[in-house]
């Protein structure tokens, strides 16, 4: 599944994980209360099969939202545009036997702080399409 292989990506990536709190620091949906930061959520936000008039392909052109959060907004900020950096000319093999072709960064922004539990935590959203397929 391309979770797993994004997963692994970041966590063993050179220049992303030494930015990240701890390996487990990367999460999928929802940021758990008490994470340690810094720390990226992945999102699918849309990852539907490319279809030919032969039927569904196993290739998909999918929107995946990646949430970088830190205690401060420059340390969510290198961590978002680090992770830009990696990928917006990947293509290759993940760990999982997903493999991307294809790369478009769609959105790069700040987000909205967020009242933590002993003060704020802010956000960097990057948002990249990635023409992918997906391993079984």
Do not use: C
Request: net charge negative; glycine share 12%.
């Amino acid at each position: 599944m391309i979770l797993s292989g994004l997963f692994g990506l970041l966590t063993t990536d050179p220049t992303v994980a030494p930015l990240l709190g701890a390996q487990t620091s990367v999460f999928f949906s929802v940021l758990p209360k008490g994470a340690l930061l810094p720390a990226v959520v992945i999102h699918v936000v849309h990852n539907p099969g490319i279809g030919t008039l032969d039927g569904t392909t196993d290739q998909a052109d999918g929107r995946f939202q990646f949430d970088s959060y830190a205690n401060d907004q420059p340390t969510a900020r290198k961590l978002s545009k680090t992770i830009k950096k990696l990928l917006q000319d990947y293509h290759g093999a993940l760990s999982d036997g997903s493999i991307i072709q294809g790369t478009e960064v769609n959105l790069d922004q700040d987000g909205n702080f967020e009242a933590g539990g002993t003060g704020y935590i802010f956000r960097a959203i990057l948002d990249v399409s990635l023409f992918n397929t997906e391993a079984a």
